[in-house]
């Protein structure tokens, strides 16, 4: 009794197989920091595109039309 014991303990209990390296930590930086930093990269962009545009639509009011929207956001 005590041996089917012990087997079904062993089969129960086994070891779990070693964790993989994490790619973060252990992966080749300049990929890993270009795949971070590429989304940031698109939103400024985006955010800077969009201040040229709106620059250019409030440049035919006239330049205090422009001195105010820069007053209210700076960009």
Same mark, same amino acid.
């Given at each position: 009794?005590?041996? *089917?014991?012990?087997?079904?303990? @062993?089969?129960?209990?086994?070891? !779990?197989?070693? !964790?993989?390296?994490?790619? =973060? =930590?252990? @992966?080749?930086?300049? !990929?890993?920091?270009?795949?971070?930093? =590429?989304?940031?990269?698109?939103?400024?962009?985006?955010? $800077?595109?969009? *201040?040229?545009?709106? $620059?250019?639509?409030?440049?035919?009011? @006239?330049?205090?039309?422009?001195?105010?929207? *820069?007053?209210?956001?700076? !960009?």
């Amino acid at each position: 009794m005590p041996s *089917s014991i012990d087997n079904l303990a @062993g089969s129960i209990c086994l070891p !779990s197989p070693p !964790s993989p390296l994490n790619p =973060l =930590l252990h @992966g080749p930086l300049l !990929s890993t920091l270009i795949r971070l930093a =590429l989304p940031t990269v698109v939103v400024l962009f985006m955010t $800077t595109l969009l *201040s040229v545009a709106e $620059t250019y639509f409030v440049s035919a009011l @006239g330049m205090d039309a422009i001195a105010a929207a *820069s007053l209210v956001c700076p !960009s």
